[in-house]
């Protein structure tokens, strides 16, 4: 199991002492990449105070601007909320999230973010993810301190790799899994490409954005390997090739 290619994502995160924490408790569980995007107070002393013995991988911790720039090189996203949100996305346990990790990991880099601690993920953020995790906690009151939350996962994380768990998933979604997924910047060139020909041909107009968040979701959903995105890339482009030269031909008649 490749653990060196799973990154925690704390997304603009609000108090540096829990990128510390947070950092801290990926340690323990023998992960090491904690990647940030857009946090609100760092580098930071707290950070370093909070981090203890863990101080020289937060040292090495990429900041990004973005969620998307964060994303781009991940095959699989999984997105941790406390409640449901808007954006739909199949939901997985704490187990089965783990266990979904490692088995892509082995291709490649995945990973599992978590949302600042005031109001959690947005839905724009839910959108370059494939799958929505959930921690099970008291309902009355069931918002977890975001180290916390990421020194369950890790746990979870490093769990699953020592013990020889089978995935908690269909025999079809198991063979798929193990064949390598693009990144999430080839799914994000896709969406782009296909929504271009959806316009070009009138299907989408432009305030249909339910429709296009409709088809991404249901995108997400299928998993699509490399081999599938490339088909899918390559008839996206045979399209829209096929529109550009009717247009031509159109513009060159009497």
Not at 7 to 32: C, D, E, Y
Request: with cysteine; aromatic share 6%.
């Amino acid at each position: 199991m490749m653990l060196s290619n799973i990154h925690i994502v704390l997304v603009r995160t609000f108090h540096p002492g829990n990128i510390g924490s947070a950092v801290r408790s990926a340690k323990t569980m023998a992960l090491s990449h904690v990647d940030l995007v857009a946090p609100k107070d760092y580098p930071s002393e707290q950070a370093t105070q909070m981090a203890a013995g863990a101080a020289d991988m937060l040292a090495t911790c990429q900041t990004y601007a973005n969620l998307a720039t964060c994303l781009a090189d991940s095959q699989l996203t999984i997105a941790t909320t406390a409640r449901p949100r808007g954006y739909d996305l199949p939901v997985v346990g704490p187990e089965q999230a783990a266990q979904l990790l490692l088995k892509h990991s082995q291709h490649g880099k995945v990973a599992l973010m978590f949302g600042p601690e005031r109001m959690g993920l947005h839905n724009d953020d839910l959108k370059l993810a494939q799958y929505r995790l959930t921690l099970p906690a008291n309902p009355d009151y069931s918002s977890l301190n975001l180290a916390a939350a990421v020194q369950i996962m890790s746990y979870e994380i490093f769990k699953a790799s020592s013990f020889s768990s089978e995935l908690a998933i269909s025999n079809e979604s198991a063979a798929k899994a193990s064949q390598p997924l693009p990144s999430s910047e080839q799914f994000e060139q896709l969406l782009e490409q296909l929504e271009w020909v959806l316009k070009d041909v009138k299907f989408l107009k432009s305030h249909q954005g339910e429709t296009l968040m409709r088809i991404r979701q249901y995108m997400r959903k299928s998993e699509p390997t490399q081999i599938e995105m490339n088909i899918m890339r390559g008839a996206v482009k045979a399209i829209a090739r096929e529109l550009s030269g009717r247009r031509s031909n159109d513009v060159q008649k009497p």
